[in-house]
């Protein structure tokens, strides 16, 4: 028990709140301040993985509707302008996508906004789809850990070629007893990447995500025009099907792992330039009232006598749940 607690010693509440505390009054730097937590470069090169060991997994919602109207040629003069929309406003599809650093990728899985299953909504889908209905169309626990053994049939991990599965904080992630149970069995160490910084260490978030739904968009935009209809559920599949192609590309799943620096790894690869704003928004009344001190020929009324500065202010809406960590999910004592 001695050895388990220095061993996550270093992912203590109070380490971590120190480390944050000693950033924000520039007493360390944040290179000095993140060597206490550098679990998932010991991992790495613990392991030893290697780029086809290493797969990102993330989900992504799609709407039916498009967010934004495409620009229209019309006769000089004419106030209005029809455009054919979608009949299923504000139905959202989600999609769980996962590749690795080699450039490949495993078969996603689709959920749709309905009750019953169809085949006819798997219709033009990328081949080797997963597919699960629910009534909101979002992922669930349940299904989380339908598409985890799917994960292991197409990548098959074993002692000799053990896998890393890194994702998000999301609660069918780390708190799915099922898959961590599965993962402890079938050689997966899943890391669990720190909150609020998925768009910077998430390759499929930097690379893939985005490209899907602009061509997504662009396939809604293009039916809707040529088929004179409006787009139903029955046609998300094989919209998606063509989008999807476009962005599975072994090009973008390396660059995103290199962008990240996850794979090669970097830990330098962000700089402090990256924290201007949180640091400009710490400093915000220090600022304000250096530039009122400055101003002799104005009068003597400061700022926030007229507006007060706004406060950074935790949010409310957290139903009760601790803030999330950086962590292997997968390193408990049992076996």
């Known amino acids: 028990m001695d050895t388990l607690s220095k061993k996550r010693k270093q992912w203590s509440v109070t380490d971590m709140t120190h480390a944050i505390e000693s950033v924000r009054n520039r007493s360390m730097g944040y290179l000095a301040a993140a060597k206490p937590f550098k679990v998932p470069q010991e991992v790495m090169t613990k392991q030893n993985y290697g780029p086809h060991q290493i797969y990102n997994v993330d989900e992504s919602g799609l709407s039916i509707v498009q967010s934004r109207c495409p620009e229209v040629v019309s006769l000089r003069g004419k106030r209005q302008v029809g455009a054919i929309t979608s009949a299923e406003r504000g139905s959202l599809i989600t999609i769980v996508m996962c590749m690795n650093g080699a450039g490949d990728f495993v078969p996603p899985m689709i959920i749709f906004p309905r009750k019953n299953a169809s085949d006819q909504l798997k219709k033009g889908a990328p081949p080797g789809s997963l597919f699960a209905f629910h009534p909101s169309g979002w992922i669930q626990t349940d299904f989380f850990t339908q598409w985890f053994d799917h994960f292991l049939e197409k990548t098959k991990p074993s002692a000799t070629n053990p896998v890393l599965l890194v994702l998000d904080g999301h609660?069918?992630?780390?708190?799915?007893?099922?898959?961590?149970?599965?993962?402890?069995?079938?050689?997966?160490?899943?890391?669990?990447?720190?909150?609020?910084?998925?768009?910077?260490?998430?390759?499929?978030?930097?690379?893939?995500?985005?490209?899907?739904?602009?061509?997504?968009?662009?396939?809604?935009?293009?039916?809707?025009?040529?088929?004179?209809?409006?787009?139903?559920?029955?046609?998300?599949?094989?919209?998606?099907?063509?989008?999807?192609?476009?962005?599975?590309?072994?090009?973008?799943?390396?660059?995103?792992?290199?962008?990240?620096?996850?794979y090669p790894l970097r830990r330098n690869i962000f700089t402090d330039e990256e924290f201007a704003v949180e640091m400009q928004k710490g400093n915000l009344s220090e600022d304000i009232e250096r530039t009122d001190e400055e101003q002799d020929n104005f009068p003597n009324v400061h700022p926030s006598d007229i507006v007060p500065v706004p406060e950074l202010t935790k949010k409310s809406g957290t139903r009760g749940r601790k803030c999330g960590s950086s962590k292997i999910i997968t390193s408990t004592p049992n076996k």
């Not at 690379?207 to 809707?224: C, D, P, Q």
């Not at 989008?243 to 590309?249: D, T």
């Open 171 to 262: 609660h069918t992630h780390t708190r799915n007893l099922d898959v961590l149970i599965r993962a402890k069995e079938n050689f997966v160490t899943i890391l669990c990447l720190p909150p609020h910084t998925t768009h910077k260490l998430q390759p499929l978030d930097k690379t893939v995500m985005g490209a899907l739904k602009t061509f997504y968009k662009e396939e809604v935009r293009i039916f809707m025009r040529t088929e004179k209809r409006t787009v139903t559920h029955f046609d998300i599949c094989q919209l998606l099907g063509r989008a999807y192609l476009k962005v599975q590309s072994g090009e973008r799943a390396v660059k995103g792992f290199i962008a990240t620096g996850i």
